[in-house]
């Protein structure tokens, strides 16, 4: 069993930067790939980014603003938002399952219970 804990969201500027993070329960922390999605008002969950042992996987929307990264000594994982766009602007949750990175929602067995970004104009 896996616990996620999201935490860093908040309101932020369009330009500016937020760092998320994810910490996880568990010993086994290591083995588990861990992934970002995201959902905003009236929209579908989507795929923001993940990371597993292989690297780091991004949606277009967010590559080379996005950056994912994690400290298994720490069991968390983190996700640094760059350039911020109103359109980011969603809840951010976190997840996990074993081996390796989906970007299908239905493929993860553990979820945080997000955290809100607001990225104002």
């Known amino acids: 069993q896996v616990q996620l804990v999201e935490s860093g969201g908040g309101l932020v500027q369009a330009g500016g930067s937020l760092r998320l993070s994810c910490a996880a329960s568990g010993r086994t922390f290591s083995m588990y790939a861990m992934a970002w999605f995201r959902q905003a008002p009236g929209k579908e969950r989507e795929f923001v980014g993940g990371i597993n042992w292989r690297g780091t996987y991004y949606a277009d929307s967010v590559q080379g603003r996005f950056t994912i990264s994690r400290d298994n000594a720490k069991n968390t994982v983190y996700l640094q938002m760059n350039s911020l766009k109103p359109e980011d602007t969603a809840v951010y949750y976190c997840?996990?399952?074993?081996?390796?990175?989906?970007?299908?929602?239905?493929?993860?067995?553990?979820w945080g219970q997000g955290t809100q970004v607001t990225v104002s104009s």
């Open positions: 997840a996990a399952k074993r081996d390796y990175v989906s970007r299908r929602i239905s493929e993860y067995d553990y």
